[in-house]
């Protein structure tokens, strides 16, 4: 797949895979140190350097890319949530991996959920779903064991049914949901793909959303496009991959 590379926020041309500065491949550490972002220069915390030790932090490598993504969302009509995942995805400003697509999943379903008939205060929902997602950071499937594909479907069904804290009755239903879509990710097994787990958080959130409502969502076969440009694609263990 062809991919123009795009301006980060120091203006510099940035990689679509692998470090945004040269391409080469992460590193990810088994402990955290501090290192300074090779942007923005602020010290940060990390696990993730390049191999030319280049640290991206995650404000760095996520900018730019939420505002188009929201304003194609919003301007939507698309009604299948993998085929409207695909379409983002395919967006100029969303790299092969990194922690957009935590922000990504739930705003895919919000929006898919919506342009078949749900009946939500769009905006507003949106708004708090980018506010939660941008919390969860890169790396979570490795160091925190959750995805953060799968904690952005929670967020996503969080948000939905009003659950909070203290909510009897809404609290369990973003648990199963992630539960049951990281019982699926471990199936498949690793390394990570953001492509992967996003599709399979979707699949998943849409199939146990759909219990609850009377929105019937459409569902693509999809065959994966990013295989090239994923250093760590499983090929033939993933599900999406062109036979």
Same mark, same amino acid.
């Given at each position: +797949?062809?991919?123009?590379?795009?301006s980060?926020? %120091? #203006?510099?041309?940035?990689h679509?895979?692998g %470090?945004?500065?040269? $391409? @080469?491949?992460?590193?990810?550490?088994?402990?955290?140190s501090?290192?300074?972002?090779s942007?923005?220069?602020k010290?940060?915390?990390?696990?993730?350097?390049?191999?030319?030790?280049?640290?991206?932090?995650?404000?760095?490598?996520? &900018?730019?890319? /939420?505002?188009?993504?929201?304003?194609?969302?919003?301007?939507?009509?698309?009604k !299948?949530?993998?085929?409207?995942?695909?379409?983002? +995805?395919?967006?100029?400003?969303?790299?092969?991996? #990194? =922690?957009?697509?935590?922000?990504?999943?739930?705003?895919?379903?919000?929006?898919?959920?919506?342009?078949?008939?749900?009946?939500?205060? /769009?905006?507003?929902?949106?708004?708090?779903?980018?506010?939660?997602?941008?919390?969860?950071?890169?790396?979570?499937?490795g160091?925190? $064991?959750?995805?953060?594909? @799968?904690?952005?479907?929670g967020?996503?069904?969080?948000?939905?049914? $009003?659950?909070?804290?203290?909510?009897? !009755?809404?609290? =369990?239903? =973003?648990?199963?949901?992630?539960? *049951?879509?990281?019982?699926?990710?471990?199936?498949? $097994?690793?390394?990570?793909?953001?492509?992967?787990t996003?599709?399979?958080?979707?699949?998943?959130?849409?199939h146990? &959303?759909?219990?609850? %409502?009377?929105?019937? *969502?459409?569902?693509?076969? *999809?065959?994966?496009?990013?295989?090239?440009d994923n250093?760590?694609?499983?090929?033939? !263990?993933? =599900? &999406? &991959?062109?036979?």
């Amino acid at each position: +797949m062809d991919h123009t590379n795009n301006s980060c926020c %120091c #203006g510099e041309a940035e990689h679509f895979s692998g %470090c945004l500065i040269c $391409g @080469a491949p992460i590193t990810y550490r088994a402990e955290s140190s501090i290192q300074t972002c090779s942007i923005c220069h602020k010290e940060q915390l990390t696990n993730a350097v390049c191999e030319n030790s280049h640290f991206i932090c995650d404000a760095c490598h996520s &900018y730019g890319t /939420y505002a188009p993504v929201i304003a194609a969302l919003r301007d939507s009509t698309e009604k !299948d949530a993998l085929l409207l995942l695909e379409k983002i +995805m395919d967006l100029p400003s969303v790299h092969m991996h #990194g =922690p957009e697509h935590h922000a990504i999943v739930p705003c895919v379903l919000l929006t898919a959920f919506r342009n078949n008939g749900e009946h939500m205060n /769009y905006d507003a929902a949106l708004s708090e779903i980018c506010k939660r997602a941008k919390q969860v950071p890169g790396g979570t499937c490795g160091y925190w $064991g959750v995805c953060g594909a @799968a904690a952005g479907a929670g967020i996503f069904m969080s948000v939905m049914t $009003g659950s909070s804290p203290l909510h009897k !009755d809404a609290w =369990p239903f =973003p648990q199963k949901l992630v539960s *049951i879509i990281l019982s699926r990710l471990a199936d498949v $097994g690793g390394p990570r793909c953001c492509k992967r787990t996003s599709r399979i958080a979707i699949e998943e959130a849409v199939h146990f &959303y759909s219990q609850f %409502c009377s929105v019937n *969502i459409p569902s693509s076969s *999809i065959t994966c496009k990013y295989c090239e440009d994923n250093r760590e694609c499983i090929q033939e !263990d993933c =599900p &999406y &991959y062109p036979e």
